[in-house]
């Protein structure tokens, strides 16, 4: 489970059900005589056998990343049957929007980074990065021009780092780093 998640989950005799309410969490299914079963926006996934990534976090779309084995998803959501390996699907309010996307392995890789205390971006926003390094760490990054938090961003960057990714940041757009109070990083130009 990654930070900032909350999940409830509950073991019944048949099966295990996990409810995913907030957060990114990473989910083993071992498959066997109790089904697993994942409710998340009102949806639920049934998994045997397998392991995938439930993303639902505030303002974006909710995904299911599916690392291995396979994920259904209620039948009237995909037609073309269950998410496979190295697939991705964003999920929208209604259960009918549903954007299935295969992965690449370096896709693969980037979508579970944060299993081992990176974040990785490519394409994202300033802005975007930021509020991801705000989900790990107390300090907050600003940026405080507006063209500047529209810039795109690609690197591999230490989730639990955010004074080292501003000054990544600030050099390779040649801004500063100015620290404040309370842990607060502006990148300014």
């Given at each position: 489970m990654n930070t900032d998640s909350r999940v409830d989950v509950y073991e019944e005799t048949d099966h295990v059900r996990v409810k995913v309410r907030r957060g990114e969490v990473l989910v083993e299914a071992v498959g066997g005589e109790r089904p697993l079963t994942v409710e998340i926006d009102g949806r639920?996934?049934?998994a045997g056998?397998?392991?995938f990534v439930v993303r639902k976090l505030q303002g974006t779309r909710t995904q299911v990343v599916v690392q291995n084995g396979t994920v259904n998803l209620p039948a009237r959501s995909v037609g073309q049957g269950p998410l496979l390996a190295n697939t991705r699907a964003s999920l929208g309010r209604a259960v009918a929007d549903v954007d299935v996307a295969t992965l690449s392995a370096e896709q693969m890789q980037r979508?579970?980074?944060w299993r081992e205390g990176k974040l990785?971006?490519?394409g994202e926003t300033l802005a975007d990065a930021a509020a991801e390094f705000a989900r790990y760490n107390d300090a907050s990054i600003e940026i405080a021009d507006p063209q500047l938090a529209k810039a795109p961003i690609t690197g591999l960057f230490a989730a639990n780092n955010p004074?080292?990714?501003s000054r990544a940041v600030a050099g390779v757009f040649g801004a500063r780093v100015r620290h404040e109070a309370r842990g607060k990083i502006v990148i300014e130009d």
């Open positions: 639920h996934l049934e056998a397998a392991t979508e579970l980074a990785a971006f490519r004074a080292g990714f």
